[in-house]
């Protein structure tokens, strides 16, 4: 039991890796404030997220905030990038519903690329964590992985979906909780399949 609860026991693990992500999410929150830089911001928490296991890894404060200046310009305008492909996507869903009908060829050919869409955008962030490339080449290399890895994608989307989108809203009291760690806790668990992924990568 002592040994449990040592300094380098299992409890004192959970421990730390909790305030860790607790740290993380709260600065991932404040560096995406301005809205605009929601993209940075999201680099910065995938680039921590993705090292919080390393033993080498820096304190938390010190590398989200090297990351997130490293990555500013780029990282904003994934951002915005990203929000103007949501909004759209949602615009030209109704409009071409209206026009073919929601069960036609068309349509579903539509909800296909859509969906490969969102798959892709898990991977966006993180590869700009991760690697020193331009912004075409991530979005080319998003698809690319969205497409050659679809079950690690889809459970990365997944998770997402249900840490930060069902669960405070199906469980409430859930929420706080949520609120405190949801983002870096998704992020981190996320990274586990995204390392697995990208090890692929890095071999071709």
């Not at 060829?105 to 991977?123: C, E, N, S």
Request: charged content about 10%; glycine content about 8%.
């Amino acid at each position: 039991m002592a040994r449990f609860f040592a300094l380098d026991g299992k409890a004192y693990r959970i421990l730390q890796k909790i305030y860790q992500l607790i740290v993380l999410n709260v600065l991932f929150v404040i560096g995406a404030l301005p809205i605009v830089t929601v993209g940075a911001s999201l680099t910065a928490l995938y680039s921590m997220a993705l090292k919080l296991d390393d033993p080498n890894t820096v304190a938390v404060a010190p590398g989200f905030w090297r990351a997130y200046r490293a990555n500013w310009r780029q990282g904003s305008l994934l951002g915005l990038l990203v929000i103007g492909l949501a909004a759209g996507m949602v615009g030209g869903y109704w409009w071409i519903g209206s026009v073919v009908g929601g069960t036609s060829p068309v349509m579903i050919a539509v909800i296909a690329v859509y969906a490969v869409a969102l798959l892709a955008v898990m991977y966006i962030f993180p590869l700009a964590a991760r690697y020193q490339e331009t912004i075409g080449q991530i979005l080319r290399n998003s698809v690319t992985l969205a497409v050659g890895n679809a079950w690690e994608s889809i459970v990365i989307f997944l998770l997402m979906i249900a840490v930060i989108f069902y669960l405070p809203f199906k469980y409430h009291w859930l929420f706080i909780i949520i609120l405190l760690i949801g983002f870096a806790g998704t992020a981190y668990l996320q990274s586990w399949l995204l390392q697995r992924v990208f090890a692929k990568y890095d071999q071709d």
